[in-house]
């Protein structure tokens, strides 16, 4: 390679639009490959350099920061495998988000069509014991017990006889759970469910979720995006890719 092939530091951060620091802590950390040194001790970078620089910089908005340099390092070791591993691993990452936010929004329409059930006050003269906060509902005591211990309900204890107790909130709560229970969803998704209604009513719940949605989906693009970055600077200098 001839001289005028290499690229110098404030080639490549001009090329980059970082710092001159910035490309020397990408090279130290793996986020592009280590360049050599001239006679002088300069580093010549080339057009490699450049492109795993953009290559890094396009996976970041969608993969992180800890994981772009992670599937870098891999290919810079000459691990394909392993960084296709990592980008998977993302990829499942933001399908279960989206499931569990499909999910999430879907609980959240049955309670705002059968708002009336669920929702409504009913103003007690004094908390229910778990007993009568069961019938009330119409399930067994151990239902509410082990809902209790999954996190869904928490009950507050009489000071003498320790017995639980559900006041308005947590009998809303609990009307939530047994609505969304008989509707056939999982714990999983009832839990964030009660989350978003600490905030509000279920309306209001459901566009803080579609705004949650719209961010998956903004992510998933970035992740489309970088991965065209991401094959042509493995097509053409990770070869041959069979042995990865």
Same mark, same amino acid.
């Given at each position: 390679?001839?001289a005028?092939?290499?690229? *110098?530091?404030?080639?490549?951060?001009?090329?980059?639009?970082?710092?001159?620091?910035?490309?020397?802590?990408? +090279?130290?950390?793996?986020?592009?490959?280590?360049?050599?040194? %001239?006679s002088?001790?300069?580093?010549?970078?080339?057009?490699?350099?450049?492109?795993? /620089?953009?290559?890094? *910089?396009?996976?970041?908005?969608?993969?992180?920061?800890?994981?772009?340099?992670?599937?870098?390092?891999?290919?810079?070791?000459?691990? !394909?495998?392993?960084?296709?591993?990592?980008?998977?691993?993302?990829?499942? =990452? !933001?399908?279960?988000?989206?499931?569990?936010?499909?999910q999430? /929004?879907?609980?959240?329409s049955?309670?705002?069509?059968?708002?009336a059930?669920?929702?409504?006050?009913t103003?007690y003269?004094?908390?229910?014991?778990?007993?009568?906060?069961?019938? =009330?509902v119409?399930?067994?005591? %151990?239902?509410?017990?082990?809902?209790e211990?999954?996190?869904?309900?928490q009950?507050?204890r009489?000071?003498?006889?320790?017995? *639980?107790?559900?006041? +308005?909130?947590?009998?809303?709560?609990?009307?939530?759970?047994?609505?969304?229970? =008989?509707?056939?969803?999982?714990?999983?998704?009832?839990?964030?469910?009660?989350?978003?209604?600490?905030?509000?009513?279920?309306?209001?719940?459901?566009?803080?979720?579609?705004?949650?949605?719209?961010?998956?989906?903004?992510?998933?693009?970035?992740?489309?995006?970088?991965?065209?970055?991401?094959?042509?600077?493995? %097509? =053409?200098?990770?070869?041959? /890719?069979?042995?990865?």
């Open positions: 390679m001839t005028h092939d290499y690229l *110098r530091t404030i080639d490549l951060a001009q090329a980059g639009h970082i710092s001159v620091q910035q490309v020397r802590n990408y +090279e130290a950390s793996g986020f592009i490959p280590p360049a050599e040194r %001239s002088s001790g300069y580093r010549l970078y080339t057009r490699r350099h450049l492109v795993a /620089l953009q290559t890094a *910089r396009s996976l970041v908005p969608g993969y992180g920061w800890q994981r772009s340099l992670a599937i870098m390092q891999a290919l810079h070791q000459d691990k !394909l495998a392993q960084a296709l591993t990592l980008i998977d691993e993302r990829h499942a =990452e !933001l399908a279960s988000k989206r499931i569990q936010v499909e999430t /929004l879907a609980a959240l049955t309670l705002a069509t059968q708002q059930a669920p929702l409504a006050s103003h003269t004094q908390p229910l014991r778990v007993g009568e906060a069961a019938r =009330e119409g399930v067994r005591v %151990s239902a509410l017990h082990f809902w211990q999954l996190g869904l309900l009950p507050a009489d000071r003498s006889s320790h017995y *639980r107790l559900y006041d +308005e909130q947590q009998m809303r709560r609990l009307r939530v759970v047994v609505l969304l229970r =008989e509707a056939g969803y999982d714990f999983n998704v009832i839990e964030p469910v009660l989350t978003e209604l600490a905030a509000g009513r279920p309306e209001k719940a459901i566009v803080a979720i579609e705004k949650r949605r719209e961010e998956h989906t903004r992510i998933s693009w970035q992740c489309v995006t970088a991965l065209a970055v991401f094959q042509r600077y493995v %097509s =053409e200098f990770m070869t041959p /890719l069979s042995s990865s």
